[in-house]
Antibody, heavy 119, light 109 residues
Framework: QIQLQESGPGLVKPSETLSLICTVS????????WSWIRQPPGKGLEWIGC???????NYNPSLESRVTISVDTSKNQFSLRLNSVTAADTAVYYC?????????????WGQGTTVTVSS | EILLTQSPGTLSLSPGERATLSCRAS???????LAWYQQKPGQAPRLLIY???SRATGIPDTFSGSGSGTDFTLTISRLEPEDSAVYYC??????????FGQGTKVEIK
């Protein structure tokens, strides 16, 4: 069973860049469609963007101008960068994987990491 | 962009009762693209149903999905205390992209 683990700073200053890494274990980073999802406190889930076919990306149009998702196959990791953050970017950030045999539903999730944007 | 609207916002039922959760899409979607998730406080979402009808590995048969076109339903046939959670529907688009509904909170009395 593939396992995911998010890592990165829990506190980011306004206007700076949020950077998170998702490490894939017991599987290959090339085998799934990988996404980042976030959940502001007390609110619902928002898809941020995805990495697929070992390097292609697609992003939520509402965040596209500030988001970059990339892969490091040598480390079996993929990463999220979100520029020019504000308090509205405070959330729990999850990485998740979707496979074709689940019709690309997300069957693998990390535990989530809390990121607070504050000076 | 497809929007997903879930209803009701909150469902309060007793153990053993049947829960019916609705997810309506703003335009017709493929049944293959519709999934349901369960999220308990402090936990990541867990996949329950994919392809509108199919249960994910390890999901009990008290959970079932149905629907087509714009209207989809998650049914919990006999509620247990551990079913208290927020339930989200999700649609996968071929860009690829994913959209979540706003969630339905199920409370067990």
């Amino acid at each position: 069973q593939i396992q995911l683990q998010e890592s990165g700073p829990g506190l980011v200053k306004p206007s700076e860049t949020l950077s998170l890494i998702c490490t894939v274990s017991r599987g290959s980073v090339t085998s799934y469609y990988w996404s980042w999802i976030r959940q502001p406190p007390g609110k619902g889930l928002e898809w941020i963007g995805c990495l697929y076919n070992s390097g292609s990306t697609n992003y939520n149009p509402s965040l596209e101008s500030r988001v970059t998702i990339s892969v490091d196959t040598s480390k079996n990791q993929f990463s999220l960068r979100l520029n020019s953050v504000t308090a509205a970017d405070t959330a729990v950030y999850y990485c998740a994987g979707a496979a074709y045999y689940y019709y690309y539903a997300m069957d693998v999730w990390g535990q989530g990491t809390t990121v607070t944007v504050s000076s | 962009e497809i929007l997903l609207t879930q209803s009701p916002g909150t469902l309060s039922l007793s153990p053993g009762e049947r829960a019916t959760l609705s997810c309506r899409a703003s335009q017709s979607v493929s049944s293959h693209s519709l999934a349901w998730y369960q999220q308990k406080p402090g936990q990541a979402p867990r996949l329950l149903i994919y392809g509108a009808f199919s249960r994910a590995t390890g999901i009990p048969d008290t959970f079932s999905g149905s629907g087509s076109g714009t209207d989809f339903t998650l049914t919990i046939s006999r509620l247990e205390p551990e079913d208290s959670a927020v339930y989200y529907c999700q649609q996968y688009g071929s860009s690829p992209q994913w959209t979540f509904g706003q969630g339905t909170k199920v409370e067990i009395k």
